[in-house]
């Protein structure tokens, strides 16, 4: 049922012109996106707006996110060409994608993953020493985004000029890319001028490297962007200075704000749950963080950073052919695959609405799914539930009342401030669900 009334989601949605449907539509999908599609998933699982196509069961959703050729991701190319140039999410089937993520991928390898582990809990315990006095922390500024930035600068060997500069990169770009689907010129200028300010530091970081390196006698830095420069490549790969620059761009964009969203947003989903909280904690202090991952993203499931993933289909093809759901969407269609709404089908999820552990990894769409699936996942599903599990291994930790226990987007497309408290008893506890 659409807000407090009687009506449903459907019912105002036919009554409305054309016009308001579309802004109906991008409001529920803010305000009561759980409610909204599940009357969708149950009613009218495609459902298709004059401006675009809802595709709402997971099955639907893989489906448009595995034809890369039908539903490609064209929409990103002039929001981030003119930025990091080009670059392998703004491009299907492509030399570019294939080359570019194959070596990106040989590069961020598998066996350093314990030692990212370990630098996503330092830095997490780092940021929680310097506030325990205090008994309480501004986590999106000082944990959430201050881990991952930290990474960027240790792992992946771009630290930037200073941290302020890199949490305005990290914004900057991710929304032009991400959230500025009514192309606000204002949004598009200020990520070209930060791609602007990246390349030129990144420029004189890459002489600095190169020097250094050349300076060395053994004992190579293990950092992402020295591996990079100490790895050769013949001329007919392509994988110039600039190819390789667009990819450490790409490195900050695609860390920055997602970690430090879905920190918080998992951590609040776990404060919530008082029994949750406790349960969480003993798996925290387990040897093998595996248990404990999970709490971490079934908290992001119930609440996660994205709504939904959009292609532009550039043929006629129709979804779901044989179902009685089948709906042919014609070449031109923006397509919403709704991630957030795939994970609430039960059609491959039993009881979906509960806080539940165990579920096959392979339900989980945080990272995306098919040609585009993130090329961070396997650092990110380090590094985001280490810093949870820092906090949860500190005693006392509880949500503070709102406003400032609540995770606070101050009107824009990402946690701004978000307030919890530990080390103290709490003075007040607060219950109940988000
Ligand atoms: C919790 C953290 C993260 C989340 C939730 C996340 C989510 C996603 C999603 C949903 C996509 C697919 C976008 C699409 O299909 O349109 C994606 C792609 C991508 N992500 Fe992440 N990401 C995270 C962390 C990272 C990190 C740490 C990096 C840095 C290595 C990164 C780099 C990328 C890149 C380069 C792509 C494009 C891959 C391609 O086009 O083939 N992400 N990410």
Not at 5 to 30: H, M, N, P
Not at 167 to 182: D, I
Not at 248 to 261: A, K, N
Request: glycine fraction near 8%.
């Amino acid at each position: 049922m659409a807000g407090t009334s009687t009506i449903g989601f459907l019912e105002q949605y036919d009554a409305a012109d054309d016009q308001t449907k579309v802004g109906l539509a991008l409001k529920w999908i803010r305000t009561d996106w759980r409610p909204f599609f599940k009357e969708l998933r149950e009613s009218r699982p495609i459902l298709r707006t004059p401006n675009f196509t809802f595709v709402t069961r997971f099955a639907d959703v893989t489906e448009v996110l595995s034809r890369e050729k039908v539903f490609t991701v064209l929409p990103y190319q002039p929001r981030m060409d003119p930025v990091v140039g080009p670059f392998m999410l703004a491009r299907d089937a492509t030399p570019i994608n294939w080359r570019e993520k194959g070596i990106m991928q040989a590069v961020l390898q598998p066996e350093d993953l314990p030692q990212v582990r370990q630098m996503a809990g330092r830095l997490a315990d780092e940021a929680l020493d310097a506030a325990a006095a205090a008994g309480r922390i501004e986590a999106i500024g000082s944990l959430c985004r201050f881990v991952p930035i930290r990474i960027v600068g240790e792992y992946f060997g771009f630290p930037g000029p200073d941290l302020t500069s890199m949490y305005r990169w990290s914004k900057t770009t991710q929304t032009n890319m991400f959230k500025n689907l009514l192309n606000d010129p204002a949004i598009h200028e200020a990520a070209v001028q930060t791609g602007r300010e990246m390349h030129e530091y990144l420029t004189g970081l890459l002489a600095e490297k190169r020097a250094e390196l050349a300076g060395r006698n053994g004992g190579a830095p293990q950092d992402v962007f020295s591996r990079l420069l100490r790895t050769e490549f013949p001329a007919e790969i392509g994988f110039d200075d600039e190819r390789l620059l667009s990819n450490i761009m790409g490195l900050l964009v695609g860390t920055g704000e997602t970690s430090s969203q879905a920190i918080a947003q998992s951590l609040e989903q776990i404060l919530l749950r008082p029994d949750l909280h406790e349960r969480a904690v003993d798996a925290a202090g387990a040897d093998d963080p595996a248990a404990f991952d999970e709490y971490v993203w079934e908290g992001l499931r119930l609440n996660p950073i994205n709504p939904l993933i959009f292609r532009l289909s550039v043929e006629d093809y129709t979804v779901a052919a044989g179902t009685e759901r089948e709906t042919l969407i014609p070449a031109g269609t923006l397509v919403f695959a709704c991630t957030s709404s795939a994970g609430f089908d039960t059609d491959v999820l039993e009881d979906p609405e509960t806080f539940t552990t165990g579920r096959p990894a392979y339900l989980s769409l945080h990272f995306g799914y098919g040609h585009h699936t993130c090329l961070g996942r396997y650092v990110a599903s380090v590094l985001v539930p280490e810093v949870v599990r820092r906090v949860l291994l500190r005693p006392n930790v509880h949500l503070l009342p709102a406003p400032e226990g609540k995770i606070d987007f101050q009107g824009g497309p990402f946690p701004e401030r978000f307030w919890f408290g530990f080390g103290r008893e709490p003075a007040v506890v607060p219950g109940g669900e988000g």
